[in-house]
């Protein structure tokens, strides 16, 4: 879905240079993130995408600074964020709101829903009518009724629930959200309202995005880029039309052939792959998908592919791709 007329590309809001989170483990290290760059621009949505474990998550709550990053830079519309301690971190937060992946737990079930939407204004210095008129007109965008304000969250459905942890990530006008499988707990009927209604607040809100999801379909109807991690990597990244057109990863193909098709009576390769996950405490030297992929050669197993630009905006970390 192409949505380019509502992106500006001369407004990066987030910049991701050589980002790296490390986590000690006896005498080795445990490398959750290890050297990933790209960037988001103003209405934009990128998908991150990838098996569990591979650092999908690590990857947003680190952009948002919710513990502390071991190298790299996190530059958040123009200004390096990545060493700031919480006070000084302070003034970036309002503009930068997180939808958790399940709505039960995004909300504390003894506190009424509208308590939980005003105290998030009133951290920020919002005054009650300000806090009440925007909760009003957000309740409006997610198409549910006020009522639902004196209601406790035991008593509303995951979809309910998950359409007021988005209003409740607006309510300080974010220029940036992390959405972190915000769909994936949720029945697949109340998945695609969910999915409609975040693509009706970007065309409305101009939003900007980082949407991180294990379902390919999910990413493909949603984003304007998609990056697929491995093992705390991006192995490869292009915008949506490009890289389901042209898959170059061979991780990435074995991901979209796990894709249902449509139509039962067509034919579709199903790319099984073998071999064990490599420890992240422990890689291998070379290529990290060496151990599974169908294509691996001696100097896979040697060397550790770079992720190179192959034309069209298409970034892939592999030495044997296109041929």
Same mark, same amino acid.
């Given at each position: 879905?192409?949505?380019?007329?509502?992106?500006?590309?001369?407004?990066?809001?987030?910049?991701?240079?050589?980002?790296?989170?490390?986590?000690?483990?006896?005498?080795?290290?445990?490398?959750?993130? %290890?050297?990933?760059?790209? %960037?988001?621009? *103003?209405?934009?949505?990128?998908?991150?995408?990838?098996?569990? $474990?591979?650092?999908?998550?690590?990857?947003?709550?680190?952009?948002?600074?919710?513990?502390?990053?071991? *190298?790299?830079?996190?530059?958040?519309? $123009?200004?390096?964020?990545?060493?700031?301690?919480?006070?000084?971190?302070?003034?970036?937060?309002?503009?930068?709101?997180?939808?958790?992946?399940?709505?039960?737990?995004?909300?504390?079930?003894?506190?009424?829903?509208?308590?939980?939407?005003?105290?998030?204004?009133?951290?920020?210095?919002?005054?009650?009518?300000?806090?009440?008129?925007?909760?009003?007109?957000?309740?409006?965008?997610?198409?549910?009724?006020?009522?639902?304000?004196?209601?406790?969250? $035991?008593?509303?459905?995951?979809?309910?629930?998950?359409?007021?942890?988005?209003?409740?990530?607006?309510?300080?006008?974010?220029?940036?959200?992390?959405?972190?499988?915000?769909?994936?707990?949720? %029945?697949?009927?109340?998945?695609?309202?969910?999915?409609?209604?975040?693509?009706?607040?970007?065309?409305?809100?101009?939003?900007?995005?980082?949407?991180?999801?294990?379902?390919?379909?999910?990413?493909?109807?949603?984003?304007?880029?998609? &990056?697929?991690?491995?093992?705390?990597?991006?192995?490869?990244?292009?915008?949506?039309?490009?890289?389901?057109?042209?898959?170059?990863?061979?991780?990435?193909?074995?991901?979209?052939?796990?894709?249902?098709?449509?139509?039962?009576?067509?034919?579709? *390769?199903?790319?099984?792959?073998?071999?064990?996950?490599?420890?992240?405490? %422990?890689?291998?030297?070379? +290529?990290?998908?060496?151990?599974?992929?169908?294509?691996?050669?001696?100097? +896979?197993?040697?060397?550790?592919?770079?992720?190179?630009?192959?034309?069209? $905006?298409?970034?892939?970390?592999?030495?044997? &791709?296109?041929?």
């Amino acid at each position: 879905m192409n949505h380019e007329n509502l992106i500006n590309r001369d407004h990066k809001i987030i910049e991701v240079r050589n980002l790296k989170k490390y986590y000690p483990s006896g005498k080795k290290t445990l490398k959750a993130l %290890d050297g990933v760059t790209f %960037d988001v621009c *103003e209405g934009e949505i990128i998908g991150i995408v990838g098996e569990s $474990g591979c650092g999908k998550s690590t990857l947003g709550r680190s952009i948002l600074r919710l513990f502390p990053v071991t *190298e790299g830079k996190i530059i958040f519309d $123009g200004t390096d964020i990545s060493k700031m301690n919480r006070r000084q971190l302070k003034p970036y937060r309002r503009n930068m709101q997180m939808i958790f992946q399940n709505p039960y737990s995004s909300f504390n079930p003894k506190q009424k829903i509208g308590s939980a939407l005003a105290e998030v204004g009133k951290v920020y210095g919002m005054s009650d009518q300000e806090i009440r008129e925007k909760i009003s007109r957000l309740l409006e965008y997610i198409r549910l009724p006020e009522d639902m304000l004196q209601r406790s969250p $035991g008593e509303l459905s995951g979809g309910q629930l998950q359409r007021l942890a988005i209003a409740r990530a607006l309510i300080l006008n974010p220029s940036f959200i992390v959405a972190d499988e915000p769909v994936s707990a949720l %029945d697949v009927s109340v998945q695609a309202q969910i999915l409609n209604l975040i693509t009706d607040l970007r065309r409305e809100l101009k939003m900007t995005m980082l949407f991180i999801s294990h379902e390919m379909t999910v990413v493909e109807h949603l984003c304007d880029q998609v &990056a697929v991690m491995y093992l705390g990597k991006i192995v490869e990244m292009a915008p949506t039309q490009e890289l389901f057109a042209n898959i170059l990863h061979p991780y990435t193909q074995a991901l979209m052939s796990a894709i249902p098709k449509a139509d039962p009576e067509e034919k579709k *390769e199903r790319i099984i792959l073998e071999g064990d996950i490599p420890n992240a405490i %422990d890689l291998p030297k070379g +290529c990290s998908f060496a151990s599974r992929c169908r294509y691996c050669t001696a100097e +896979c197993k040697e060397r550790e592919p770079e992720l190179k630009t192959v034309g069209s $905006g298409h970034q892939v970390a592999c030495h044997h &791709a296109g041929e």
